[in-house]
């Protein structure tokens, strides 16, 4: 068992427009990627950080990159009142203790 | 599909240089020389975003200093009149209103009559009417796009100011008019570098993803602060270069950019169709430039304008308090939750509001204010925290007397069970700082057009010596 935080190089996240937050998780190498792209598969897990409805959480990814790219409509809209982050910018430190169970790698 | 100025077979291939991400965000003054050295046949940038906010669509400002702007402008249009190059400005004034137009385009007559050159300048309007959204929206034209936000005339009139974004069409237009500037009111920024290559016959699919890559000038470089870069674009793909000689495009940074703001890391809608990058391939030409191949566009059946609309949301008086004693520090939500008890409790009676009819947020910056409720580390006690209190009201009056009825709470609030009244630390007289009116995001949607072109309006005219 780990963390989604512990295991990536670089995670980041930010508006893809008002009404989208986007996250972007990068991994150091092929293992690392690949213990997480085996194991952040579950949606539901993933919106319940964020208030979000599992069917909404679109998880992409993309080997080439070793990266992974989950987005989700935003919970509160940007800039409306009650919204706590402008830009979302800081909004992926809610994911960083995302426990990553020890996946089943083919 | 190339806009309205087709250029014969002969254009091989078009140089854009997109010289920073944002118009008054300030580039090395040797960028626009060195980008013109490169080849490049426009100068092509943004001036504005969703990104900060409603505020600037809702009160159509700008969210850059105008001294900033006319700084960048002064660089760009000396050297694209030295060069005898387009230049295209897009989302003009940060959220592409009529006066963000109108905005850009005085600090262009400025400029110009300072350079002593004229320009041919097209201004390029994409504000709309909520009257005839409204037609629209009865026609059954106007669709929500995911989330789906409700619509109907009612939110189209409380909307203080929507626009279009338009694509490169009605920038083409322009151009093929003669135009020497091109102000654009909002506009995808993809647009902004896809308009003077599809005018020149070039493929979509290379010029929609050179576009998406270019946007936001070096940030798909490894130092984004160096200036901008230059994208050359011919029939099979596209090569991308940083303008700064010490800087470098590498694969990497150049794949990564494609998910930077993006849902979806390989699909982009375009109001003619949709960028696929699925395919696409990026190799390091040497260490400086990489090409890109293999991006395809495919055309839509309908051709969509998406809108951005901004309605007023309310007025906002806020207070800062600073917490640092440690007893209190250690039962902050008790603290908290008796604080709003109180509010709740003496609120309606004194200033005669209904419930529902105002709103108070209590930020605990240092502790969750940032995170809410997904916080991680909610349980541990902080070191030190600024309350900051936020009343929303109808008017700007009622928002200021919540905050002075809050005040000596906020000031003196005991921890439940304490005898003495303490007193933290606020922020300067008066403690009240009212923030204005503030506006919301209202829609998310797009019209169906039948000409890429109908919602937006263009002049042209001379400006300077």
Redo the contacts between chains.
């Keep these: 068992m780990t963390t989604l935080g512990a295991l990536a190089s670089h995670v980041r996240s930010?508006?893809?427009?008002?009404?989208?937050l986007?996250i972007?998780v990068?991994f150091a190498d092929d293992i690392a990627y690949n213990r997480a792209s085996h194991s952040l598969t579950d949606p539901a897990a993933i919106g319940a950080?964020?208030?979000v409805r599992a069917d909404?959480v679109?998880i992409?990814l993309?080997p080439?990159?070793l990266?992974i790219?989950v987005?989700m409509?935003r919970s509160v809209?940007?800039?409306?009142?009650?919204d706590?982050?402008?830009?979302a910018g800081?909004?992926f430190?809610?994911l960083?203790?995302l426990p990553l169970p020890d996946g089943d790698p083919e | 599909m190339t806009g309205s100025r087709v250029a014969g077979p002969a254009t091989q291939l078009v140089r854009v240089l997109m010289p920073v991400g944002m118009l008054g965000g300030g580039f090395p003054a040797t960028t626009i020389a060195r980008g013109i050295e490169l080849g490049a046949d426009v100068i092509a940038v943004d001036g504005g975003s969703t990104d900060s906010g409603p505020h600037y669509l809702g009160t159509a400002t700008a969210k850059t200093a105008r001294a900033a702007v006319a700084r960048d402008l002064r660089l760009i249009l000396a050297g694209a009149k030295r060069a005898g190059i387009p230049v295209i400005v897009g989302s003009c004034g940060t959220s592409g209103t009529d006066t963000g137009v109108d905005w850009v385009h005085g600090i262009v007559s400025e400029v110009a009559a300072e350079l002593g050159h004229s320009f041919r300048v097209a201004r390029v309007y994409a504000e709309q009417r909520a009257e005839d959204l409204a037609r629209l929206l009865q026609a059954g034209r106007i669709h929500p796009l995911e989330p789906a936000l409700p619509l109907d005339a009612a939110l189209l009139g409380r909307c203080t100011h929507i626009v279009g974004l338009m694509g490169h069409e009605p920038i083409a237009a322009a151009l093929a008019c003669g135009a020497e500037v091109v102000l654009a009111g909002r506009a995808t920024d993809t647009a902004l570098t896809a308009a003077y290559a599809l005018a020149e016959g070039l493929p979509p699919g290379p010029v929609w993803h050179a576009g998406k890559i270019a946007e936001c000038g070096g940030l798909c470089t490894t130092d984004p602060r160096s200036g901008g870069v230059v994208v050359t674009i011919d029939r099979d793909g596209f090569t991308v270069e940083p303008v700064a000689e010490h800087a470098q495009c590498t694969p990497a940074s150049v794949a990564a950019h494609m998910m930077y703001e993006n849902a979806d890391p390989f699909r982009l809608r375009e109001p003619a169709g949709t960028l696929d990058t699925r395919d696409a391939t990026y190799t390091a030409l040497d260490d400086r430039r990489v090409r890109v191949e293999g991006s395809r566009f495919e055309p839509a059946a309908q051709h969509t304008i998406k809108l951005e609309g901004a309605a007023l949301a309310g007025y906002q008086t806020m207070i800062i308090s600073g917490i640092r004693d440690p007893q209190v520090l250690s039962r902050l939500d008790e603290w908290c939750e008796q604080l709003r008890g109180y509010l709740d409790a003496v609120i309606p009676g004194t200033l005669g509001l209904q419930a529902g009819s105002y709103r108070i947020d209590l930020l605990r910056y240092g502790h969750d204010a940032v995170l809410g409720a997904a916080e991680p580390c909610a349980s541990e006690a902080p070191r030190e925290v600024g309350i900051v209190f936020i009343a929303t009201a109808a008017d700007q009056a009622t928002a200021t007397q919540l905050a002075k009825l809050a005040n000596p709470a906020l000031l003196h609030a005991p921890l439940p069970g304490d005898a003495e009244l303490p007193s933290f630390a606020f922020l300067g007289s008066p403690a009240e700082i009212e923030r204005g009116a503030v506006h919301e995001f209202v829609l998310h949607h797009v019209v169906d057009v039948t000409d890429p072109g109908e919602l937006f309006r263009t002049a042209v005219g001379e400006v300077g010596a």
């Design positions: 930010k508006n893809a427009g008002p009404f989208w986007t972007d990068f950080r964020y208030a909404q679109r992409h993309l080439r990159l990266a790219k987005s409509p809209v940007q800039g409306c009142v009650g706590r982050d402008m830009h800081q909004q430190v809610a960083l203790g």
